[in-house]
RNA sequence: GCCCGCGUGGUGGAAUGGUAGACACAGAGGACUUAAAAUCCUCAGGCUUUAGCCGUGCGAGUUCGAGUCUCGCCGCGGGCACCA
């Protein structure tokens, strides 16, 4: 081989890593004389969408740089991979297209796997799996049941997104504008019973672990902590005037007592019992109820939805001064599900409160006020942080100067001594309702019988597996709703306790169920119990958990009660409880998006391939302009989306990961650019030709070879310190560098080929393909993967001599060349006698002089 | 609307509170070549030129010293419980 060939190098090594089983991880129980440490490392399994995306790429390529790495320092790794292959897309495209989810997943399974394969992850493949499959979603079904005998899952009525044209539930992502996607009906929120998760037993424990998690982001751990939202406040009770029989009461609960004595009216939510008893009996009501819960379920939505209130007419009586009587409205705003569904408003210090208080043309009174500084309370209300000190003027308890926070207390525990209600803890964490009302989905194994009530299937029972077809007659997905629901001879069963005609549970499980435990599953993937105790006490915890920002606290919370939840249940060990011991985020990739306009302004896309670009304008083969929408997150409708398996084929795997990893800091999003691969293939092809074209005659010459070796040791030292905190630009940097230095280096062909060799090994997480053929031609012993990672000598990391920059006033004037170890006294000295600083000192003496040993000088004039 | 991030040359980005722009891309100039490709070498934040001034989204502040810390804005991105 004359030159560098990707297509040549890739297939063949792949090969020698397969035959070798370099990347099967081994059983726990084959272990029992291993005194290699285990290391579990895991990125974010993908949804097999079709084809794999750049962003999968970069990825899984992250991953694999920590799972070669830790290989070859000494671990047993497990790198498993599978799909998380229940969802939507499966239903939709069966919509649209006709077909099956479970021909159309597989099939794309099929072809994703096909893609990811020439990149050479070091993947134990064996561990494969799909959440679709029958052997992963009975076992879920077996944990089902389990949580369900132990009181972790429970039934109650929640909201959806209704469709009223559709007649089906449709996804936060299906209603658009507050209309169904495909009705175009306005959507109205609806209730139904459904499963549930008690994950809300576990607020204070999931917020009270966060704190051990060290090695995850302080973000998602500060994410997840305000989703959990532990608040303190006061709950107590609003005695009515004028209410129907039985709700003599209302409880309110606030985090603001301390503004008691501002309130100016009480607010309850469309779905509280009251006002569905005055629904019941009022038809202007019931029209306000309609009227309230249209539009969509997301919190969102509702935060953003005008404001309305209604008058019922009812009145409560201020607990502190029972000649104050406040108006009862029913508020759009209100939530059910936090609280008790009531609260009171005080205008004065929200802005809710306030925009709904000039609605309704409601009293708007001060509590407290800046203690400095006027404010107009009527024009707009003052909200001060909780932590800012200010001047109570409608004092309940404390001190008249004092903070929210120390009001707030102060006021609970003066309600508590007056019999006016109770100081609680409250979370805005709610229980995680399970049930979906689709067909691609694990089924739900219960049975509803008429005599029996909800009746869990026996396990032996287990799987309850999808139906294919309807009695030979292929299942209906053209047709909104859930198929299982007009399947006869799949929802119609005998009951598991009485055997008398029953109906299936219809209702499958939200796929974050199936992401929950799927990191557990992978210890033993065919087990035939959820886990296999062994294994998951040997490979858990995950070591190294990779994946999106965007699964900060769903995903990731979810996985941290089912891990809590499997462990009760008897599928985890204790030591599981958190079941990953460091996280990373990485960023997306993004590309410019290129668009047109059409004869009615709509716009068009381009594909990249497509266009043209000449200084920083895009054109179409046409000559027609198009406009460039930078870094947009890819998306397949904007046509953006960059295929990897072009780059594969044209530059080849080693290519492509290497510009993955390369710039972009890990974390942060990075563009994806044509001429980056360019530049990326071209650099590998000149590490190539280093190992290649080593002139063996070169004789050794004694300082230029230690200058080499220094330089050895020195980018050993820094490309593994930026392998293990996930500076993997900055250890490319650092190769570049080290490259630079072994291609201009005089060194003999001695010192020339160790160089080159650690530089092979060095790049061995990130391009394994070139590495391990630079290792061949450069005589190494075995697969390069199996070689011990390299250790860099730290007598040859120092310098002699540093340069220090010196400072006059905090601006750099000059520089001087010092002895590392020289004293700071002697630096001083040596600096004051600098030219430039005499000039600018002219004479005078300096005010200060700061010397930062081995860092920096600077004169203060 | 609420929660969490991010913002540095033409571009991607580097920088334990200590020389802002490492390392690359694109660019310019040169070498090699009949020519091109490939490769190699040199230059390069902006404005002025013996030297200096201005520069890390904007405005304040802390500090001997701020891209980095604090406060207030602006812009962009992620999440908001049925997208995964």
Same mark, same amino acid.
């Given at each position: 081989?004359?030159?560098?060939?990707?297509?040549?190098?890739?297939?063949?090594?792949?090969?020698?890593?397969?035959?070798?089983?370099?990347?099967?991880?081994?059983?726990?129980?084959?272990?029992?004389? *291993?005194?290699?440490?285990?290391?579990?490392?895991?990125?974010?399994?993908?949804?097999?969408?079709?084809?794999?995306?750049?962003?999968?790429?970069?990825?899984?390529?992250?991953?694999?740089?920590?799972?070669?790495?830790?290989?070859?320092?000494?671990?047993?790794?497990?790198?498993?991979?599978?799909?998380?292959?229940?969802?939507?897309?499966?239903?939709?495209?069966?919509?649209?297209?006709?077909?099956?989810?479970?021909?159309?997943?597989?099939?794309?399974?099929?072809?994703?796997?096909?893609?990811?394969?020439?990149?050479?992850?070091?993947?134990?493949?064996?561990?494969?799996?799909?959440?679709?499959?029958?052997?992963?979603?009975?076992?879920?079904?077996a944990l089902f049941l389990d949580f369900l005998a132990k009181d972790l899952v429970y039934r109650k009525n929640a909201v959806v997104n209704w469709d009223p044209v559709d007649m089906t539930v449709l996804a936060n992502e299906q209603v658009e504008n507050g209309r169904g996607w495909r009705s175009g009906a306005e959507v109205e929120r609806r209730e139904l019973t459904q499963w549930f998760f008690k994950i809300s037993d576990y607020s204070e424990e999931l917020l009270e672990a966060l704190d051990t998690l060290d090695n995850w982001p302080a973000k998602v751990k500060l994410m997840q902590a305000n989703w959990i939202g532990r608040s303190r406040g006061l709950q107590f009770a609003f005695s009515t005037v004028n209410a129907p029989e039985h709700f003599d009461r209302i409880d309110v609960y606030?985090?603001?007592?301390?503004?008691?004595?501002?309130?100016?009216?009480?607010?309850?939510?469309?779905?509280?019992?009251?006002?569905?008893?005055?629904?019941?009996?009022?038809?202007?009501?019931?029209?306000?109820?309609?009227?309230?819960?249209?539009?969509?379920?997301?919190?969102?939505?509702?935060?953003?939805?005008?404001?309305?209130?209604?008058?019922?007419?009812?009145?409560?009586?201020?607990?502190?001064?029972?000649?104050?009587?406040?108006?009862?409205?029913?508020?759009?705003?209100?939530?059910?599900?936090?609280?008790?569904?009531?609260?009171?408003?005080?205008?004065? &210090?929200?802005?809710?409160?306030?925009?709904?208080?000039?609605?309704?043309?409601?009293?708007?009174?001060?509590?407290?006020?800046?203690?400095?500084?006027?404010?107009?309370?009527?024009?707009?209300?003052?909200?001060?942080?909780?932590?800012?000190?200010?001047?109570?003027?409608?004092?309940?308890?404390?001190?008249?100067?004092?903070?929210?926070?120390?009001?707030?207390?102060?006021?609970?525990?003066?309600?508590?001594?007056?019999?006016?209600?109770?100081?609680?803890?409250?979370?805005?964490?709610?229980?995680?309702?399970?049930?979906?009302?689709?067909?691609?989905?694990?089924?739900?194994?219960?049975?509803?019988?008429?005599?029996?009530?909800?009746?869990?299937?026996?396990?032996?029972?287990?799987?309850?597996?999808?139906?294919?077809?309807?009695?030979?007659?292929?299942?209906?997905?053209?047709?909104?709703?859930?198929?299982?629901?007009?399947?006869?001879?799949?929802?119609?069963?005998?009951?598991?306790?009485?055997?008398?005609?029953?109906?299936?549970?219809?209702?499958?499980?939200?796929?974050?169920?199936?992401?929950?435990?799927?990191?557990?599953?992978?210890?033993?993937?065919?087990?035939?119990?959820?886990?296999?105790?062994?294994?998951?006490?040997?490979?858990?915890?995950?070591?190294?958990?990779?994946?999106?920002?965007? &699964?900060?606290?769903?995903?990731?919370?979810?996985?941290?009660?089912?891990?809590?939840?499997?462990?009760?249940?008897?599928?985890?060990?204790?030591?599981?409880?958190?079941?990953?011991?460091?996280? !990373?985020?990485?960023?997306?990739?993004?590309?410019?998006?290129?668009?047109?306009?059409?004869?009615?302004?709509?716009?068009?896309?381009?594909?990249?391939?497509?266009?043209?670009?000449?200084?920083?304008?895009?054109?179409?083969?046409?000559?027609?302009?198009?406009?460039?929408?930078?870094?947009?997150?890819?998306?397949?409708?904007?046509?953006?989306?960059?295929?990897?398996?072009?780059?594969?084929?044209?530059?080849?795997?080693?290519?492509?990961?290497?510009?993955?990893?390369?710039?972009?800091?890990?974390?942060?999003?990075?563009?994806?650019?044509?001429?980056?691969?360019?530049?990326? *293939?071209?650099?590998?092809?000149?590490?190539?030709?280093?190992?290649?074209?080593?002139?063996?005659?070169?004789?050794?010459?004694?300082?230029?070879?230690?200058?080499?070796?220094?330089?050895?040791?020195?980018?050993?030292?820094?490309?593994?310190?930026?392998?293990?905190?996930?500076? !993997?630009?900055?250890?490319?940097?650092?190769?570049?560098?080290?490259?630079?230095?072994?291609?201009?280096?005089?060194?003999?062909?001695?010192?020339?080929?160790?160089?080159?060799?650690?530089?092979?090994?060095?790049?061995?997480?990130?391009?394994?393909?070139?590495?391990?053929?630079?290792?061949?031609?450069?005589?190494?012993?075995?697969?390069?993967?199996?070689?011990?990672?390299?250790?860099?000598?730290?007598?040859?990391?120092?310098?002699?001599?540093?340069?220090?920059?010196?400072?006059?006033?905090?601006?750099?004037?000059?520089?001087?060349?010092?002895?590392?170890?020289?004293?700071?006294?002697?630096?001083?000295?040596?600096?004051?006698?600098? &030219?430039?600083?005499?000039?600018?000192?002219?004479?005078?003496?300096?005010?200060?002089?700061?010397?930062?040993?081995?860092?920096?000088?600077?004169?203060?004039?």
């Open positions: 081989m004359s030159r560098y060939s990707a297509a040549e190098i890739e297939p063949k090594w792949q090969k020698a890593w397969e035959d070798a089983n370099v990347f099967k991880a081994p059983l726990a129980q084959d272990l029992r004389d *291993s005194d290699k440490p285990k290391y579990y490392v895991l990125e974010m399994f993908p949804y097999p969408s079709g084809r794999i995306h750049i962003g999968h790429v970069r990825n899984y390529t992250m991953g694999d740089v920590i799972a070669r790495y830790k290989l070859s320092t000494g671990h047993n790794v497990l790198h498993p991979m599978g799909f998380d292959a229940f969802g939507m897309p499966a239903e939709n495209a069966a919509m649209a297209n006709g077909g099956h989810p479970k021909d159309w997943t597989y099939s794309n399974i099929d072809t994703m796997v096909a893609q990811m394969k020439p990149l050479g992850f070091g993947l134990d493949w064996s561990r494969m799996f799909a959440t679709c499959d029958p052997e992963y979603y009975g076992q879920q079904q606030t985090t603001r007592p301390d503004t008691l004595a501002g309130a100016s009216f009480v607010g309850i939510s469309p779905d509280h019992p009251l006002a569905k008893e005055l629904e019941a009996g009022s038809a202007e009501v019931a029209a306000f109820c309609a009227e309230a819960r249209r539009g969509g379920t997301t919190e969102e939505a509702i935060e953003k939805a005008e404001k309305m209130g209604f008058d019922t007419g009812i009145r409560v009586r201020h607990p502190f001064d029972t000649a104050w009587e406040l108006p009862v409205y029913i508020a759009n705003f209100i939530l059910m599900d936090y609280g008790t569904g009531a609260i009171f408003g005080c205008p004065g &210090h929200d802005q809710r409160d306030h925009d709904f208080a000039k609605k309704y043309d409601l009293p708007i009174v001060e509590t407290f006020a800046p203690l400095e500084g006027e404010i107009d309370i009527q024009a707009a209300p003052f909200v001060p942080a909780k932590t800012e000190k200010v001047r109570y003027t409608r004092l309940i308890a404390g001190e008249e100067e004092q903070t929210g926070e120390e009001a707030v207390n102060a006021a609970v525990d003066f309600c508590e001594s007056n019999g006016v209600g109770h100081g609680v803890t409250k979370f805005r964490l709610r229980d995680w309702g399970l049930s979906r009302q689709r067909y691609w989905g694990c089924p739900i194994p219960v049975v509803h019988c008429p005599d029996c009530g909800v009746v869990p299937e026996k396990k032996e029972n287990l799987p309850i597996q999808l139906p294919y077809d309807e009695d030979g007659t292929p299942i209906d997905f053209s047709i909104p709703g859930n198929p299982l629901d007009r399947h006869p001879s799949w929802r119609d069963c005998a009951c598991p306790e009485c055997g008398q005609p029953a109906k299936r549970e219809t209702d499958t499980m939200d796929t974050f169920v199936d992401s929950s435990w799927y990191y557990t599953r992978f210890t033993a993937p065919h087990a035939t119990t959820p886990t296999d105790m062994a294994e998951a006490a040997y490979w858990m915890n995950v070591d190294q958990y990779i994946g999106g920002i965007e &699964h900060a606290i769903l995903h990731l919370l979810y996985s941290r009660f089912f891990s809590r939840a499997m462990q009760i249940t008897g599928h985890l060990p204790e030591s599981a409880k958190e079941p990953f011991d460091a996280l !990373f985020t990485q960023g997306m990739v993004t590309h410019a998006i290129y668009q047109t306009r059409n004869a009615e302004g709509r716009p068009v896309y381009h594909y990249p391939e497509e266009v043209t670009l000449r200084d920083g304008k895009g054109y179409l083969e046409d000559g027609r302009e198009v406009e460039i929408i930078p870094s947009a997150k890819m998306s397949k409708s904007k046509n953006n989306v960059v295929d990897p398996v072009q780059i594969i084929q044209q530059y080849g795997a080693d290519t492509a990961r290497w510009f993955v990893l390369s710039d972009s800091p890990p974390e942060r999003d990075v563009e994806w650019t044509a001429s980056g691969a360019e530049a990326a *293939s071209k650099h590998l092809a000149r590490v190539w030709r280093l190992a290649a074209e080593l002139d063996a005659d070169a004789p050794a010459d004694a300082t230029e070879d230690t200058a080499l070796l220094r330089e050895m040791h020195k980018a050993i030292h820094d490309v593994t310190l930026g392998v293990e905190s996930f500076g !993997f630009n900055a250890s490319i940097a650092r190769l570049y560098a080290f490259t630079n230095a072994v291609q201009k280096s005089k060194a003999g062909a001695e010192a020339k080929r160790t160089a080159t060799r650690a530089l092979a090994q060095l790049m061995s997480p990130m391009t394994p393909h070139l590495a391990e053929e630079m290792w061949q031609i450069l005589g190494g012993e075995g697969l390069v993967a199996h070689a011990p990672w390299p250790v860099a000598d730290e007598a040859m990391l120092v310098d002699d001599v540093v340069t220090l920059p010196i400072q006059i006033n905090g601006k750099r004037r000059a520089e001087i060349d010092v002895p590392a170890d020289m004293d700071k006294a002697e630096v001083e000295k040596l600096a004051l006698a600098h &030219h430039a600083v005499i000039k600018a000192l002219d004479g005078a003496t300096p005010k200060k002089v700061i010397v930062v040993p081995g860092r920096i000088v600077n004169v203060v004039i």
